[in-house]
């Protein structure tokens, strides 16, 4: 082989985000254009889940529509990743992970930006901030729901 | 439920765990059946009906699909009854339980397990890649959380909840490094010291360096008969008694909110102990799923062998360790021996095997065991499978 090989789709561990790649593509939309975390609502029995589905896991309707999230929320646990990332990350190391808590009830993982691992802590108020990260294989641009200490 | 036919373990063995580059899937195959078939001349590669393989990453490190018919021409097996699974680090079990079945079934009277694992490849971000397979590809791999991360969450919360120190999450490491010094087959030998455990760099915070299992390049093999062939082959097989399997959800937002309430791993406890008739006082040593220090110490807790909240001070009091009420992790555990994916629980196996037939030498718990509980896990406490094994003795 003359030339180095790229394996797009074995080592690309970022979701799809268009239309002709996820039924889900409205969560990306809301994101990336709109600075917007929703997730999915079932029209039927008003499950609200994390994450959005299209398949209703409490009464199997696939009728659903796109509600809001909360855009703050606080730290259920975290920790400061030193080692251990995959190569991109690695070098943005250390990485403070951390579940937050929604009003909704609802938890996410994500990784919370702008923030020193000794400033990070249980019941911290986080806010949302889109973050980009690598495109796609078409080149097209894809985000990530991050959060930062809130009015940071 | 009826109560199923006994099945029994007649074999077990295990190959040099590392780091091997000097050995693909096939040498790694090779090196444990052979061994598990040198471990009883009785039974023979013409003998095994059903063949099972599990490894998870066989396709990413090999690059190797359908692995088991690989395994079978290997070893010689000529089988009417193999595929692989997959079932992340449960994968042993999993596998052990589908022979177990097959032979409860009546469709196989003899049937060997083949775990194992060829994870290091050379470029160390492509290890880290796989390592963030073990997430959901659509809702988090894309945040670059690897099992360190993952698991360094219930760490912290078990100090602010309990009180739990980082001095007692490494005070596990140490002995699971001090076993693993008696066990030639294990990635680590030269023991560890506490100060050395506390004084090591930082992998994802509360997680020191020996605080974490490694991935490992191993095998290990187990054979599995029914009561009516078990007495040909050995007079001293040691018996299935219980099995279980926990599961509360997948995604890592839904684990349940108290991150230290690890149900999976309660719920394969409780199936298991009630399937063997028995309770946790009746456990005599167990082989845990030590992924990481905080993983052991949840797991005491949820098992039934301390209380819920005390097990930093089950540690403290050496409950855990060779004198105590349960001898935990005698062949090293993760931490000491290694994580190939796919062979960790029948490796765990083969140390019970050991242990219970007072085979296993230096690292002889005494008086000899009866009674073995293996536990493996995947997602964060969140799906879990226990076996329990008991010896000749506890059939009569």
Same mark, same amino acid.
């Given at each position: 082989?003359?030339?180095?090989?790229?394996?797009?789709?074995?080592?690309?561990?970022?979701?799809?985000?268009?239309?002709?790649?996820?039924?889900?593509?409205?969560?990306?939309?809301?994101?990336?254009?709109?600075?917007?975390?929703?997730?999915?609502?079932?029209?039927?029995?008003?499950?609200?889940?994390?994450?959005?589905?299209?398949?209703?896991?409490?009464?199997?309707?696939?009728?659903?529509?796109?509600?809001?999230?909360?855009?703050?929320?606080?730290?259920?646990?975290?920790?400061?990743?030193?080692?251990?990332?995959?190569?991109?990350?690695?070098?943005?190391?250390?990485?403070?992970?951390?579940?937050?808590?929604?009003?909704?009830?609802?938890?996410?993982?994500?990784?919370?930006?702008?923030?020193?691992?000794?400033?990070?802590?249980?019941?911290?108020?986080?806010?949302?901030?889109?973050?980009?990260?690598?495109?796609?294989?078409?080149?097209?641009?894809?985000?990530?729901?991050?959060?930062?200490?809130?009015?940071? | 439920?009826?109560?199923?036919?006994?099945?029994?373990?007649?074999?077990?063995?295990?190959?040099?765990?590392?780091?091997?580059?000097?050995?693909?899937?096939?040498?790694?195959?090779?090196?444990?059946?052979?061994?598990?078939?040198?471990?009883?001349?009785?039974?023979?590669?013409?003998?095994?009906?059903?063949?099972?393989?599990?490894?998870?990453?066989?396709?990413?490190?090999?690059?190797?699909?359908?692995?088991?018919?690989?395994?079978?021409?290997? +070893?010689?097996?000529?089988?009417?009854?193999?595929?692989?699974?997959?079932?992340?680090?449960?994968?042993?079990?999993?596998?052990?339980?589908?022979?177990?079945?097959?032979?409860?079934?009546?469709?196989?009277?003899?049937?060997?397990?083949?775990?194992?694992?060829?994870?290091?490849?050379?470029?160390?971000?492509?290890?880290?890649?796989?390592?963030?397979?073990?997430?959901?590809?659509?809702?988090?791999?894309?945040?670059?959380?690897?099992?360190?991360?993952?698991?360094?969450?219930?760490?912290?919360?078990?100090?602010?909840?309990?009180?739990?120190?980082?001095?007692?999450?490494?005070?596990?490491?140490?002995?699971?490094?001090?076993?693993?010094?008696?066990?030639?087959?294990?990635?680590?030998?030269?023991?560890? %010291?506490?100060?050395?455990?506390?004084?090591?760099?930082?992998?994802?915070?509360?997680?020191?360096?020996?605080?974490?299992?490694?991935?490992?390049?191993?095998?290990?093999?187990?054979?599995?008969?029914?009561?009516?062939?078990?007495?040909?082959?050995?007079?001293?097989?040691?018996?299935?008694?219980?099995?279980?399997?926990?599961?509360?959800?997948?995604?890592?937002?839904?684990?349940?909110?108290?991150?230290?309430?690890?149900?999976?791993?309660?719920?394969?406890?409780?199936?298991?102990?009630?399937?063997?008739?028995?309770?946790?006082?009746?456990?005599?040593?167990?082989?845990?799923?030590?992924?990481?220090?905080?993983?052991? +110490?949840?797991?005491?807790?949820? +098992?039934?062998?301390?209380?819920?909240?005390?097990?930093?001070?089950?540690?403290?009091?050496?409950?855990?360790?060779?004198?105590?009420?349960?001898?935990?992790?005698?062949?090293?555990?993760?931490?000491?021996?290694?994580?190939?994916?796919?062979?960790?629980?029948?490796?765990? %196996?083969?140390?019970?095997?050991?242990? +219970?037939?007072?085979?296993?030498?230096?690292?002889?718990?005494?008086?000899?065991?009866?009674?073995?509980?293996?536990?493996?896990?995947?997602?964060?406490?969140?799906?879990?499978?226990?076996?329990?094994?008991?010896?000749?003795?506890?059939?009569?």
């Amino acid at each position: 082989m003359a030339e180095q090989m790229e394996y797009y789709t074995a080592m690309d561990l970022v979701a799809q985000q268009y239309e002709d790649t996820t039924k889900l593509y409205q969560f990306y939309t809301s994101l990336r254009e709109e600075h917007k975390l929703v997730t999915t609502k079932c029209k039927d029995c008003g499950h609200v889940p994390w994450p959005p589905r299209t398949l209703c896991p409490e009464c199997l309707s696939t009728d659903y529509e796109w509600v809001d999230m909360p855009s703050t929320g606080t730290i259920a646990s975290w920790t400061a990743a030193y080692a251990g990332m995959p190569p991109e990350l690695a070098a943005r190391a250390p990485m403070v992970y951390a579940l937050v808590d929604f009003e909704n009830g609802l938890r996410m993982p994500t990784a919370i930006l702008e923030c020193a691992p000794n400033e990070a802590k249980t019941g911290m108020e986080v806010e949302l901030v889109v973050g980009d990260v690598q495109p796609d294989q078409q080149g097209r641009r894809r985000v990530a729901p991050y959060f930062k200490p809130v009015g940071r | 439920m009826s109560k199923p036919k006994r099945v029994a373990i007649v074999a077990a063995g295990i190959n040099k765990w590392g780091m091997r580059p000097d050995a693909t899937f096939r040498d790694i195959i090779s090196e444990a059946g052979k061994a598990c078939f040198d471990s009883n001349p009785k039974v023979s590669n013409k003998d095994i009906e059903g063949l099972v393989t599990s490894g998870v990453y066989p396709q990413r490190s090999g690059p190797q699909c359908h692995p088991s018919p690989v395994a079978c021409e290997v +070893l010689g097996v000529k089988p009417r009854l193999f595929q692989n699974t997959d079932c992340q680090c449960q994968s042993g079990a999993v596998n052990m339980r589908i022979i177990w079945s097959a032979i409860v079934s009546g469709l196989i009277d003899v049937g060997m397990a083949v775990g194992w694992e060829r994870i290091l490849v050379p470029n160390h971000g492509e290890r880290y890649i796989n390592a963030a397979l073990a997430c959901d590809h659509d809702w988090e791999q894309g945040f670059g959380m690897t099992p360190p991360a993952l698991f360094a969450m219930p760490a912290l919360s078990h100090m602010e909840k309990y009180g739990t120190t980082e001095e007692q999450y490494a005070k596990i490491a140490v002995k699971n490094h001090t076993h693993s010094a008696k066990n030639p087959n294990a990635h680590f030998q030269k023991g560890l %010291t506490l100060e050395k455990a506390l004084g090591a760099r930082t992998v994802a915070t509360p997680y020191r360096l020996f605080d974490c299992c490694v991935n490992t390049d191993g095998a290990a093999c187990a054979i599995l008969c029914s009561e009516e062939k078990a007495y040909e082959y050995t007079d001293n097989p040691i018996w299935v008694m219980g099995l279980g399997q926990g599961y509360t959800n997948w995604t890592i937002g839904n684990n349940p909110k108290d991150l230290t309430d690890w149900q999976g791993v309660r719920m394969s406890g409780e199936l298991a102990y009630k399937m063997a008739g028995i309770t946790p006082k009746d456990i005599d040593i167990a082989e845990l799923h030590d992924c990481f220090t905080a993983s052991e +110490l949840i797991e005491y807790e949820e +098992l039934g062998f301390c209380p819920k909240g005390e097990g930093g001070r089950w540690v403290d009091d050496g409950g855990n360790d060779y004198g105590g009420d349960v001898v935990t992790q005698p062949r090293g555990g993760l931490i000491g021996c290694g994580h190939p994916f796919g062979g960790t629980s029948i490796a765990q %196996t083969h140390e019970i095997y050991l242990q +219970l037939r007072g085979e296993a030498g230096e690292r002889q718990v005494e008086p000899r065991p009866n009674i073995g509980l293996a536990q493996t896990m995947s997602g964060v406490g969140t799906q879990s499978m226990v076996t329990i094994y008991g010896s000749d003795d506890t059939q009569h």
